[in-house]
């Protein structure tokens, strides 16, 4: 009985199938990207930082870290500089929310330094710098909600809604 190995044809042909779809399935999940870091906002370091001690003036901050992402004026002015760091697994899915600090600058009524402090997001709820909604008072109703509160309450409210509908019936 002899060992030697013996190749045919149909051998052949699956190996190259084989190889074939191994190379495009690696070709394709190559194009994959397997995550999305995106950096926002104010990004300072500390040798910048360090230029802007308690005490320094408001043009000294400017000079050094450079225009703020947003001021308040409550109680003296505030510089916030404001920085997110956001991941996503795909393309297509939305933004995770991972990390955010907020550099605020304290001045005091006369233009100078008094505090600094980097808030994190362990400190406190993540929150939407640009949300574009403003917040009101009260509470949101449905549509039927506003016709049975209309001009009083349940069939009241109803049956004055129908006499501005239907005046003199």
Known sequence: MSLTRRDFKSDRTFMKGATIALLIATAGLTGCQTGDVMNGGYIFDQQSLDLVPVGSSREQVLLSLGTPSTTATFDGEVFYYISQKRTRSAAFMKPKLVDQSILAIYFDKDGVVK???????????????????????????????????????????????????????
């Open 115 to 169: 505090q600094r402090a980097n808030y994190a997001l362990k400190d406190g709820k993540p929150f939407d710098m640009i949300s574009r909604t403003t917040p009101t008072g009260g509470r949101d109703m449905t549509f039927l909600q506003q016709v049975l509160m209309g001009s009083g309450t349940g069939a009241n409210g109803a049956k004055n809604l129908l006499n501005t509908v239907n005046p003199g019936q």
